[in-house]
């Protein structure tokens, strides 16, 4: 049983936001797909969104009662900016909230841990996914992604640690049960594919998939945090390369059952996934 309602996605060109729109719109639930440049999405209502211009919120929540929240991209304190807009969402008659965060932050830690610790006191019906890492990020235009296809290697700093990667469309259906079901989840989700794999598992498969030598290449963590400085801030690129130090040390070493648990079927392997993409490129 499903309530009818209007979801704003946030990030509807995302990773997971493009997903979750489609996923929505495929069920026949109504969706405002927020985006900056109010990019149009199959099935959708385009709205321009930006985090950061607070004049594009009001009308984006016209006639919203729940939303799927990405949060700004590469913000070390994305709080400063969504808490204002999760009240304002609040009083303009959202009832449910689904929140996009990390296996990697807990309630209450950095960044977007600490909006996912007021969820629960802004709104009744509340639900935070923390997926693992992407599985896509191997396949789209993450820096993985690229390095692959330019260089036949990826490069970390997680050693021998293994993920339990998921796939993004695993994400979007879990997040349409989290916004759809009559009964909202009211806890955070722990979101991974079926098994646990290190970096070197995956360049095997990606080797073997692809006929290209994929390589997986072990910096340290200094040389990590060095190579990403080139891409993204200082700060941020400490922040990555921990969470690669994090994995090296077990951290992410972990299959949880939610994805089988809130769709019914079991989540998708990363060589189901390999198979898509080559069949989609094919």
Not at 17 to 30: I, P, Y
Not at 42 to 70: C, K, M, Q, S
Request: aromatic content about 6%; some cysteine.
């Amino acid at each position: 049983m499903t309530t009818a309602g209007t979801t704003l996605v946030i990030g509807a060109t995302g990773t997971t936001g493009s997903r979750t729109a489609a996923q929505l719109t495929a069920a026949g639930h109504r969706v405002k797909a927020a985006s900056r440049r109010a990019t149009p999405v199959a099935g959708a209502e385009p709205v321009p969104f930006d985090w950061y211009d607070p004049a594009t919120h009001a009308a984006a929540l016209d006639g919203v009662d729940r939303v799927y929240l990405i949060p700004p991209l590469g913000d070390s304190d994305p709080a400063a900016t969504m808490l204002p807009f999760l009240h304002q969402a609040r009083t303009a008659g959202v009832h449910r909230a689904v929140l996009l965060s990390s296996s990697a932050i807990p309630e209450g830690g950095p960044a977007v841990g600490t909006v996912h610790q007021a969820l629960p006191d802004l709104f009744g019906q509340w639900a935070v996914l923390r997926p693992s890492w992407f599985m896509q990020n191997f396949t789209g235009t993450h820096a993985h992604a690229r390095s692959i296809r330019d260089e036949g290697i990826i490069w970390t700093a997680t050693a021998s640690g293994q993920v339990g990667f998921v796939d993004a469309e695993d994400i979007a259906a879990v997040a349409v049960r989290a916004l759809t079901d009559e009964l909202a989840p009211n806890t955070d989700l722990v979101l991974t594919g079926p098994e646990a794999l290190s970096h070197d598992d995956i360049a095997a498969v990606i080797t073997e998939f692809t006929g290209r030598p994929v390589v997986h290449r072990r910096l340290s963590y200094e040389q990590m945090r060095d190579r990403l400085t080139t891409q993204v801030p200082v700060e941020f690129a400490a922040m990555l390369a921990g969470m690669d130090r994090a994995i090296a040390e077990g951290a992410e070493d972990c299959i949880t059952d939610t994805v089988q648990r809130l769709t019914g079927r079991p989540p998708r392997t990363f060589r189901a996934l390999l198979e898509r993409e080559m069949r989609s490129s094919g």
